[in-house]
């Protein structure tokens, strides 16, 4: 299938399956243990239903809002998806040049191939960055300054990740970072020849935030005990007060489902929550973030930005989540698989098809502008 056929995201994940070899494709696909909380992502944005309003003139709709301050042509983001250069070298690049074009922020993971410098230089837009609290805090620090030094606007801190979740797909695909080829994947050389290809032309990427940072696991081993075991587990909200004060720009939380945690979060004085749970990738059994929303909507909409991610896969979703108190989604999965499938032409696609289904979703529902998309939409 060409990727001009794909007519939906999940045509472009199973073109990303084609490409790539199996480790990496269960890496950005899968979730923790059993994935109850990844179907369950999905499951929720299935069980909306909605009351369309009929005969309003939907000749024109504007699908544009503020986002932290600024203009956004989407009520979308793309979320932070750290080791994708191993799926397609330039994937973080890929995915930030599509996000300028479609005038919508990309955030930047920490376990990125490119460094935070290198994005901003090279591509530029409305960059956001995604803050691992990493267990040095000296390099956290710096990670911090050098987001600030080079105009990221705002800062991601994810919450959810005190230890990285057991996702079971990794140790049995043998997934390692940097990819190491053995007996086992080196059929992939033969079977998924693009990416070979693509490995061989670019090398094996690292990880250019984290140079030079004294890692307790030698790399090798499998990126979740790498890049999990820096986790600070210690982490707590003392660090996010610190925080505050050496961050000018705008600071959200990533990984909040419940109110009370999104009410410290205001009071502290940060700017926002990303409602999520990793996309299903830390705790298995944690509630799908669609069901988390509205009761977080509820206690801080009027005074945060409430974001959301996991299980957007399509247009009608962006309008679910605005229904439901969010201002916008973040995409990971979703904008990923295009890149995988086409590199930015297929990043471009994954955009186009999630814009053009949030316009006909708005059509049908008689809604002229994203900014009246609001409950009355919902049938209970
Ligand atoms: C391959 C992959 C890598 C990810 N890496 C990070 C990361 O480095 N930091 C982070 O905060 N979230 C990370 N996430 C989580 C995403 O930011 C986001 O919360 C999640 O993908 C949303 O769910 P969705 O994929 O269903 O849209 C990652 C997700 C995927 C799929």
Redesign the pocket.
Known sequence: MPLGEAVNIEDLRLLAKRRLPRAIFD????GAEDEVT?RE??AAFERVRLLPRVLVDVSKVDTGIDLLGKPSSLPLAI??????SAGRFGAELILARAAKAWGVPF?M????AFSIERVAEEVGGRLWF?L?AVRDQEFRRNLVSRAKNAGYEAI?V?V??PVSGKRERDPRNGFHTPYSPNWRNSRDVIFKPAWALDMLRNGLPGMANLVGYPFSTPLGTDIVTA?GREMDAGLDWEYIKRLRGEWPGKLLL??VERPDDAERAAAIGCDGV?V??????QLDGAAA?LDALPQISRTVGKRLTVLL?????RGVDILKARALGAQA????????FGAMAGGEAGAHRALEILSSELVRSMQLSGVRSAAEIGPELLSF
């Open positions: 890496f950005f696909d899968g990844l992502n999905r979320a932070p998806t750290g080791g994708i955030t993971a920490t376990p990125s995604q691992y991601l994810t959810d990740l890049v990533k990984g990303v999520s749970n990793h996309g299903g990738r973030t991610d996991g299980g957007v896969r989604v973040l995409t990971g999965r979703a904008t990923l």
